[in-house]
């Protein structure tokens, strides 16, 4: 057993990734991603002065997309373009030194990260949304939730291939991975990010994936900041949010993957949902990380349900 528990906290500190790691194409080349007909990018001013890219593709009830780690708004071009044409307003912005927002250097944070999420529903006076955060950002929607500038804004959230609860191995917390682990990995990003996203390429996606999908990804993760994939990462495997789960009022789903490596759902998802009252937990058989474009119509599915309950 404890060999096991050990192979799994190496395979899970090898590949974390709360977003992605794709391999190369032969050649590369972009993969052409579905633009609703009604999208319309802007910029919102966060508190701090930094410009973050917006989009808001649709009318009707309001869905919010939130990025997971060192991925941009482009990741969730597969559900919006879908669900911009079934009556939602889908929104979506990018995290401050990712894909078109400023890279200040600085904010990555998750107070500072709760910030940037207000800073964006309240310049769109978004009301009664429906969230969906993948990853790393199921802590920015908690912390934003924690907060009384969030009374009213947000109605339900679908925490997707969650990074949550506790990452960190702690007395109480003993499937976690340990510090040094993650330390490790980090110096790899120092090193040679792009072969990091490479050498942990495979557990993300599926062997259908298409090799253009493969690198429209990789492309996303190559456009983020340095600065802000190693901020995050430190601040996500660092994160204890098993205190802000207990104190959840609004109604919450988890979709997890069953063979998600980044964020094996034994010690994520499962722990997680158990945290907040009522929550309703729906593995999905034989998917990765990755499942946004694994999974596209059977997530997209599930979102819409969970939209109009």
Request: aromatic content about 8%; glycine content about 10%.
């Amino acid at each position: 057993m404890g060999e096991q528990m050990m192979n799994r906290r190496d395979v899970f500190a090898a590949t974390l990734a709360g977003g992605a790691a794709l391999s190369l194409a032969a050649k590369p080349t972009r993969a052409a991603a579905p633009r609703a007909a009604t999208a319309s990018p802007a910029w919102v001013t966060a508190g701090d002065g930094t410009r973050l890219y917006v989009r808001s593709w649709g009318t009707g009830a309001p869905i919010l997309f939130l990025s997971g780690w060192a991925l941009s708004s482009d990741m969730w071009a597969y559900q919006m373009a879908a669900l911009s044409e079934r009556g939602f307003r889908c929104i979506a912005f990018d995290r401050r030194g990712h894909g078109g927002s400023d890279d200040p250097g600085r904010g990555y944070d998750y107070a500072t990260l709760a910030g940037d999420i207000d800073a964006v529903l309240t310049a769109l006076d978004v009301r009664g949304a429906t969230v969906v955060a993948h990853s790393m950002s199921g802590g920015e929607i908690l912390r934003y939730l924690g907060g009384k500038a969030a009374a009213g804004r947000v109605a339900r959230v679908l925490f997707l291939a969650t990074t949550l609860p506790c990452l960190a191995a702690k007395p109480d917390n003993p499937a976690g991975v340990p510090a040094a682990a993650f330390d490790q990995m980090r110096q790899q990003f120092y090193r040679d990010f792009p072969q990091w996203i490479d050498g942990n390429s495979d557990p993300f996606v599926v062997p259908e994936t298409s090799p253009l999908m493969r690198q429209w990804i990789k492309n996303i993760m190559l456009g983020t900041s340095l600065r802000a994939v190693i901020d995050l990462n430190r601040a996500m495997t660092a994160a204890d949010f098993r205190a802000d789960l207990r104190a959840i009022t609004v109604p919450a789903l988890f979709i997890h993957g069953d063979k998600d490596a980044s964020a094996p759902l034994a010690i994520t998802g499962l722990l997680a949902s158990q945290l907040v009252k009522s929550a309703k937990l729906v593995v999905y058989e034989g998917a990765p990380h990755g499942l946004f474009v694994t999974h596209i119509d059977r997530l997209n599915r599930d979102i819409e349900a969970f939209a109009r309950a």
